[in-house]
């Protein structure tokens, strides 16, 4: 048995009638073709179905009896972080909290990582890289210029699941076009609706989220991107003269996150599809993928902590791009000092105005 719709219009919502071959709105006074509004209904539906993510059960690594590996695991009293290091490794600060003392203990086998990024930024080019942000930083503290504080920074891998799928959406959005014009007496605004669906597949690699808690996910989603075609299989030669955090959130803990990343970055792939309007606003999405996969990954990152005012600030530099990440304090005594100096010489060109007008 067909079924019968009542069509409503995309613009207004009110019903539409048949009239002279079209749909009619009696409220706003549009047509539309049946063809277009069959159209619309069917990416409406097509949008209107559930999402649905489904990834594939992480079976974890351990070490290998065989493989050799020369760590230690240190821990932080003052905030609990436990992490991997190079057993040759020297006194060093918590990545994570700035304390100066970490007690070294006997290494404990831990899950062993898919793939790492390699370091590619030393200690160095990242202090640099640091430094160079900070000139960029308006009345910093001096103490964000010590060479000594900065020397504190921290290698670190930092643990992260990567996803990837093989992602199918449909996606509807309303949009809105707006045009300008005038002539001697009036400017006018003429804005334009549209109704936009849009359906089709994307594939998504190397989606990472943060398996750390310590780790500021902000700062580690700041941080990125990375380029994982520098990936390589795990070894743990690669730790040497670094940390390694070990994960603290599994990976099904993750999988919210995942799916929003890929839901966002679905929208983000379609909405570049869409032209150009004033405002494009999606209404109704539905995505659903297949080849889920996760993986374990360790990516780079230098951290620092500097302490100013009995608070600590945090900045995460990426290991492999040299993008720095954090927020900067201000120190007021600079900025007043800058501003009575500016006022100073304003009060005296003004100062200077006035004799010659007098004069």
């Known amino acids: 048995m067909e079924t019968i719709h009542n069509y409503q219009c995309p613009c207004c919502g009110a019903p539409l009638v048949f009239y002279e071959q079209q749909l009619h709105c009696d409220s706003c006074g549009n047509n539309f073709s049946v063809e277009s509004m069959e159209q619309m209904l069917e990416g409406e539906q097509q949008a209107g179905g559930e999402s649905k993510f489904d990834w594939t059960h992480y079976e974890p690594r351990n070490y290998e009896s065989t493989e050799s590996i020369n760590l230690a695991n240190y821990s932080c009293p003052s905030c609990g972080a436990e992490i991997t290091g190079d057993d040759t490794l020297g006194a060093t600060v918590c990545p994570y909290c700035g304390n100066s003392t970490i007690v070294k203990g006997q290494f404990e086998g831990v899950l062993r990582p898919d793939y790492l990024i390699p370091f590619a930024v030393d200690k160095r080019e990242a202090m640099a890289a640091f430094e160079a942000a900070s000139k960029k930083a308006p009345f910093l503290p001096d103490e964000f210029k010590s060479k000594k504080k900065i ?191 500016v006022a100073g010489i304003a009060y005296a060109v003004a100062a200077v105005i006035a004799l010659f007008l007098l004069s």
Request: net charge negative; aromatic share 16%.
């Open 151 to 341: 020397e504190e920074m921290a290698g670190v891998y930092v643990p992260f699941w990567t996803f990837d799928c093989d992602c199918d959406a449909a996606v509807t959005y309303s949009a809105q076009r707006v045009s300008c014009w005038s002539d001697a007496n009036y400017t006018f605004t003429k804005t334009d609706f549209f109704k936009l669906f849009r359906q089709g597949s994307v594939g998504f690699a190397n989606i990472p989220v943060d398996g750390s808690k310590k780790a500021d996910d902000t700062y580690m989603e700041a941080v990125e991107p990375y380029d994982y075609s520098a990936a390589v299989d795990f070894n743990s030669a690669y730790l040497a003269g670094y940390l390694a955090d070990k994960y603290d959130v599994s990976a099904e803990e993750c999988e919210d996150r995942a799916n929003e990343r890929v839901k966002n970055s679905t929208l983000d792939a379609f909405s570049e599809t869409t032209g150009v309007y004033s405002s494009i606003i999606p209404e109704q999405t539905r995505v659903s993928f297949s080849n889920g996969k996760i993986r374990y990954s360790l990516l780079p990152v230098w951290m620092l902590n500097i302490k100013y005012l009995d608070k600590m600030y945090k900045f995460a530099i990426n290991g492999q791009t040299g993008k720095v990440v954090g927020i900067y304090p201000i120190d007021k005594a600079k900025k007043w000092k800058y501003f009575w100096k």
